[in-house]
């Protein structure tokens, strides 16, 4: 385990912070604090040079002309891919995950080159915007280590546009509730970089997916924490998306099949 201080990096939140992920940072920042392990926490600006030393760097979601706008200062500084090439963590949500694909599209529908950093691209396609609580089966991810269980992912979706993994492409986990990527999949993981459609903010919701992310820096014999008051959350908010699932998705699905 390392004893440095772990570097939390959040990127643009005044682009990417509309849904609130900018709490993904201080859920990662308070775990580390509850296990004596010291971090700091760094917000960089869109007029910002991105840092390259952190060890885990927070993308947020964001509205259509935020999010084009964030991945032509991402691409043009390029910082964040000199990271991942030192072996970085990225944890991208929504839009973030968008821009670190091949392309997504604008407001306009045009294509927007992304950071070719997961591999996938995003599409506009003639359904409902989707939205409503996302909820995957079991869901494991792989460390340096060996897999680590992170049990259902559970968050709110909010997004036009669908992702199409490539080919071979791992997801973070299959949807049992909820559209996530759009093929059944949820999110993608490609070694470090993690991406998802999992508001909530995702790491407050899924506390074992923020110790898989701290894991990747100071490795897997993380301490325990008492998690009881929001596993209770979760299993409230796992009961709340399947009771959803009932009522207004099957309308929304009828409405699908009458189009
Ligand atoms: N603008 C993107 C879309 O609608 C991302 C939205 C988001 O980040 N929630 O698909």
Redesign the pocket.
């Known amino acids: 385990m390392t004893t440095s201080t772990v570097r939390i990096v959040s990127l643009f939140p005044e682009l990417l912070g509309?849904?609130g992920d900018g709490g993904n940072a201080a859920v990662l920042a308070r775990r580390l604090q509850w296990r004596d392990i010291a971090h700091d926490h760094v917000t960089v600006d869109a007029t910002d040079a991105i840092p390259t030393t952190g060890d885990i760097y927070l993308v947020?979601?964001?509205?259509?002309g935020p999010?084009t706008e964030a991945s032509r200062r991402l691409l043009a500084d390029g910082g964040l891919h000199r990271a991942v090439e030192r072996g970085a963590v990225v944890f991208a949500?929504?839009?973030?995950m968008?821009i670190l694909g091949h392309r997504?599209p604008d407001g306009a529908g045009r294509d927007q080159p992304g950071l070719g950093l997961l591999d996938c691209v995003?599409i506009r396609v003639d359904r409902p915007?989707a939205v409503g609580e996302l909820l995957t089966t079991d869901a494991t991810i792989a460390l340096d280590g060996g897999t680590m269980p992170l049990g259902s992912l559970t968050g709110f979706?909010?997004?036009?546009?669908r992702t199409v993994p490539g080919e071979g492409v791992r997801p973070l986990g299959a949807v049992a509730v909820g559209e996530g990527n759009g093929d059944g999949s949820e999110g993608i993981v490609a070694g470090r970089v993690i991406g998802t459609y999992l508001?909530g903010p995702a790491l407050a919701r899924n506390p074992a997916l923020a110790d898989a992310l701290l894991s990747f820096v100071v490795g897997d014999d993380l301490a325990p924490l008492d998690d009881t008051e929001v596993d209770a959350l979760r299993a409230d908010r796992i009961r709340a998306a399947r009771a959803h699932e009932l009522a207004p998705r099957r309308s929304w699905r009828d409405r699908l099949r009458r189009t």
């Open positions: 509309t849904y947020g979601g964001g509205e259509d999010q949500v929504c839009a973030g968008q997504f995003t915007r979706e909010n997004h036009a546009g508001h």
